[in-house]
């Protein structure tokens, strides 16, 4: 737990001078207080407003920006450090296609930043108490704070927050199982078995859910961790097919080329170039 401003002064040369992409290990969560902050998400960049919260999962691509006049609340955690209640309530906001930029409704807003704000005081209270209840305290408040950010009407209204809430449990299940398999699954058939549905159902949770296809949603999903895997972690276009089950480089290529409209190199070239 930090602030925005200790953040970037205890890192001044990493890893936004200049800004470079990585993969998060972790969930950060800022709370911006002043200003606004830039930030990007799996390749896009998001404006982060003044009571406005930044979420970046486990496993996103981002790339930090200056933080110019922003200011704000930096909270960085482990998925282990949630109580199994907390994490199954949280699920819908813990995935990975959920928003990454949060708007709480007003009559949440101050009550967030005032949690948030006793959070990091505890979080420097280190030694005033015992190490167990020093580590309950910060648990509770934090687990707190992500609840009621989680249900805050605004919030919850979001269209993909609602989809996600909303979604049918033959699709939830489908979008856990994607999350695991897709680098060696890639066919509705391959899930409806997993799941022990038959396609046409599934095919029908999805539509009903996405409005897209089974076979988009897992093209979709391959296709974010593609670019992940080009644009920030170092990997050339060969190693990237076979880590997604691609049998040959050529169809990684002509499946990346058909949703991008760019070669595997030309894609990393241009995000090597823009460092955006």
Same mark, same amino acid.
């Given at each position: 737990?930090?602030?925005?401003?200790?953040?970037?002064?205890?890192?001044?040369?990493?890893?936004?001078?200049?800004?470079?992409?990585?993969?998060?290990?972790?969930?950060?969560?800022?709370?911006?207080?002043?200003?606004?902050?830039?930030?990007?998400?799996?390749?896009?960049?998001?404006?982060?407003?003044?009571?406005?919260?930044?979420?970046?999962?486990?496993?996103?691509?981002?790339?930090?920006?200056?933080?110019?006049?922003?200011?704000?609340?930096?909270?960085?955690?482990?998925?282990?450090?949630?109580?199994?209640?907390?994490?199954?309530?949280?699920?819908?906001?813990?995935?990975?296609?959920?928003?990454?930029?949060?708007?709480?409704?007003?009559?949440?807003?101050?009550?967030?930043?005032?949690?948030?704000?006793?959070?990091?005081?505890?979080?420097?209270?280190?030694?005033?108490?015992?190490?167990?209840?020093?580590?309950?305290?910060? *648990?509770? /408040? @934090? #687990?707190?704070?992500? $609840?009621?950010?989680?249900?805050?009407? =605004?919030?919850?209204?979001?269209?993909?927050?609602?989809?996600?809430?909303?979604?049918?449990?033959?699709?939830?299940?489908?979008?856990?199982?994607?999350?695991?398999?897709?680098?060696?699954?890639?066919?509705?058939?391959?899930?409806?078995?997993?799941?022990?549905?038959?396609?046409?159902?599934?095919?029908?949770?999805?539509?009903?859910?996405?409005?897209?296809?089974?076979?988009?949603?897992?093209?979709? *999903?391959? /296709? @974010? #961790?593609?670019?992940? $895997?080009?644009?920030?972690?170092?990997? =050339?276009?060969?190693?990237?097919?076979?880590?997604?089950?691609?049998?040959?480089?050529?169809?990684?290529?002509?499946?990346?080329?058909?949703?991008?409209?760019?070669?595997?190199?030309?894609?990393?070239?241009?995000?090597?170039?823009?460092?955006?």
């Amino acid at each position: 737990m930090s602030t925005v401003e200790d953040f970037f002064a205890e890192h001044d040369d990493w890893p936004w001078n200049p800004p470079r992409p990585g993969r998060a290990t972790f969930h950060y969560l800022i709370l911006v207080t002043e200003g606004e902050l830039l930030h990007d998400v799996d390749h896009v960049t998001r404006t982060v407003a003044c009571d406005q919260w930044l979420w970046v999962r486990p496993g996103h691509a981002q790339c930090w920006h200056p933080p110019g006049a922003a200011r704000g609340l930096f909270i960085l955690f482990e998925p282990e450090v949630l109580t199994s209640d907390a994490a199954r309530l949280l699920a819908p906001l813990t995935a990975h296609e959920a928003p990454a930029v949060l708007s709480p409704h007003p009559d949440d807003a101050a009550w967030l930043r005032q949690t948030a704000l006793q959070l990091l005081d505890e979080h420097r209270a280190l030694g005033r108490r015992r190490l167990d209840v020093h580590h309950a305290l910060r *648990r509770g /408040l @934090l #687990e707190s704070l992500l $609840l009621r950010l989680a249900n805050s009407p =605004d919030v919850t209204s979001d269209g993909a927050l609602a989809s996600g809430t909303g979604r049918s449990d033959t699709y939830a299940r489908f979008v856990d199982a994607l999350e695991l398999h897709f680098r060696e699954l890639h066919r509705a058939a391959d899930y409806a078995g997993l799941l022990g549905c038959s396609v046409r159902t599934l095919s029908r949770a999805a539509r009903n859910t996405t409005g897209k296809g089974v076979r988009e949603v897992i093209d979709e *999903r391959r /296709l @974010l #961790e593609a670019r992940r $895997l080009l644009r920030g972690g170092g990997w =050339d276009a060969r190693a990237v097919a076979i880590h997604l089950g691609f049998t040959d480089p050529a169809n990684f290529g002509r499946f990346f080329r058909g949703h991008t409209g760019l070669t595997p190199a030309a894609f990393t070239a241009r995000e090597t170039r823009t460092g955006m």
